[in-house]
C-alpha cells in the first residue's frame, strides 16, 4: 500500500489500534511542551500521579503566556514551573526566550517525531515534518508520565501545491485560503498532509505558519514532508545532524484531495469575528485601521521581520495608527536587533514588545473602542483582545506593515519582492537561556495562587439538572473561559470559575452555584461546533467546579471533547437536531439510567419544564467512556 506521510509516522509510533479511519488508536509520545497558563494546572495533574521524573524522550515548559506580571500571581506560577521543571526533568524556557511554538521550531523539533503540547497550536511544529498535536493539560501530564496518547486515527485530506507565490503573498494567505475552503467547522479527526511540488517553495518558517493555523479548522494536526528545505533550516539553527528525509509514497491514497495553486493565492483577510471569514485584502482596501500588531506563533519569524521591516524601510507609520512589533523569539529579537531591523521599525515609529503571546491573548495592547486592528495573529474572536466593541482583523505581515504606513487597509500583491531574501547562514543560537535538569531536586515552589487540582467525581445514576445555559453555534474556549486580564488565575480554580461565561452571561457562575447548593446539577446547551479554539482544558474544568454535568450540542470540537471527559462532563449530541429548537434555558432537565447510557452510547434527555423526551447520543471513545464511569481521567490513572 502506499502510505502517506501520516500514516508512516503514526505506524512507526503506534502502541495500539488498527490504521482505519475512524478507529481509535494510541500513539508514542516522544516529545512534549507546556506553557504556563496551562502548565502549572498539567504539572499539578502530573504531581498528582506520584511519579518522580517524566518519562518521554524531551519535555519542555515554556513561559510564554502570561509574562506581564501585574500582581504576584504570574510570578508565583513561573516560580513553580521553574522548580518543578528542575524536580521532574523538565526543560524550563524563561519568559523572555519566546513563544513555545516558535522556540520549540527552532530548538527542538525534529522530523518523524511526536510531540504533544498543552496548546492548540502545537501542530506549528507539522512544519518540519512532526506529528504535532494539542491536548489538554492532563493528556500532556499523562504523556509525560510515558504513557500513550489516545486518538482517532484521522481522515487524511491530501493538500496538493503546485506552483509558486506572487510578488506580495505570503504564508498566511496561504493558509487562509485553505481555510476559507474548509472553514473553522466540521473537521474534527482529520488532518492536512501537504504534498506536491509548490512544497519545495516554501521555507519551514512559511510551512510552519501554514500548519499554526490549521488549528483554526480545527484538524488534529497539520503536516509538511522533511526535504531540502527543512535540512536548509536545521543547518541554520546548528541542527543538521537531526535531518532525515521524509515524504508520502508517489501516488499515496488520500480521503480527499484539495489542489491548490500557490500562484493563485492572493493577499487574504479575517474579518472580525471569526479566522473563518476570509476575503481578498483587495475587498477591504481603504477601510481605515486605528492598530497594526505584527507577531504572534503564526506570524514571528525572522523572515516575517525582515519583510515586515523591509516594507517599513523610509517610512513612518501614520501617525493616526498604534504600530507594535513582537518577535517570536530571543533568537528572532537578537537576530533583528543585530542586522538592523529592530533600528529600521524603531525609526518608523514601532512599538516593540516582549517576545511573547502578549496581544495575541489579550494581556495587553487591547484596541480602543469600537476601533480596527490588524493583526497577524490566528484568532479574532469578540473581546478576545481585551475590547469587546474592537474588529480585530487577521492578514499577513507585508498587508500589516503596508497598511500601517498608509493608515488604511491595503493590499501588498505586486509590491514586494521577497522570493530572494538575506537570511543569516547561521541563525544566532543560545541555549543556556533554557535551564536544563541536572539530576538535582530543589523545593517546589507553590505561592498562594498555587491551588490543588481538582478532584472530580463519578456520576450518580439519575441527573436531576437546570439547563444553566443555551448558547448558539461556534462558541469559542474564549467565550467559557475568558484569558486576557483573568489569565492570572489559571492556578486557582476556586477564582477563576467565576468567570465562566463570562462574555456572553455573567451571571452564569452564580447561578450554577446556587443550583449546586441545592444539590442540583448543571447542564449547558450549545450548537455547533461547541469548544473551537484554545486547547484550555479550564473550560471544562471550571464549568466542573460549578456543578456542570453534562455539555449537550449540535457538534463538539475535539480537543474540548477530550477536555470534557477528562473532567467527567458528558458530551452529548442531539440525535435529531430539530430538538436543538425545543428545549430552553431554566428548564428542569432529569436524565435516568446513566450509567448504562454511558455504556451503551444512548440517552434520553427529559424535559419535565416541556414534558418532552430527547434522544442523544454519548461523543466518547470505549476510552473514554470507562473514564466518564469513574468521573474523569485522573480517577482512572492514579497510581500509574
Ligand atoms: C490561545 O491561543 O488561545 C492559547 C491561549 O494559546 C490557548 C492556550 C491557553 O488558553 O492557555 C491555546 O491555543 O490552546
Ligand atoms: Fe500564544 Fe497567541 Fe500563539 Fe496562543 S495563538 S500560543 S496566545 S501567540
Redesign the pocket.
Known sequence: MKSTLTRKIIESHLVSGEMKKGQEIKIRVDHTLT?DATGTMCYLEFEALGLDSVKNELAVSYV??NTVQVGYENFDDHEYLRTVAKNKGVIFSHAGNG???QVQLESFSRPGKTLLGS???TPTSGGIAEIAIGAGGLDVALAMAGLPFNMIYPKVVGIKLSGRLNKGVSAKDVILTVIEHFTVKGNVNSVFEYFGDGVKTLSVPERATIC?MGAECGVTFSIFPSDERTLEFLKREGREDEYIPLAPDEGAQYDEIFSLDLSSVHPMIALPHSPGNVRRVKDLEGLKVDQVLI????NSSYEDLYKSAKILEGHIACPDVSLAIAPGSRQVFKMALDNGLISQMVSSGARILES???F??GNHQSPGTDSVSLRT???NFEGRSGTKSAKVYLVSPETAALSAINGYISDPEGKYDFSSIEVPERYYSDMSTFIFPDGEKCEIKRGPNIGNPPISHAPDDEIDAVLALKVGDKITTDHIMP?GNRLKYRSNIKEYSKYVFEPVDETFSSRCLENKQKGKKNIIVAGLSYGQG?SREHAAICPMYLGVQAVVALSIERIHQANLCNFGILPLIFKNSGDYEKIEQGDEILVKSVHESIRSGNFTLIDKTKNIEIPLVLFASEDQKEMLLLGGRLNMVKGV
Not at 507577531?295 to 503564526?298: A, D, H, Q, V, Y
Request: overall charge negative; charged content about 10%.
Open positions: 506553557q510564554d503566556h513563544i513555545c511554538h496548546d492548540s497550536h499554526n507577531g504572534s506563533c503564526t511573547a503571546c502578549g495575541c491573548i495573529n490566528n484568532r484569558a484554545s
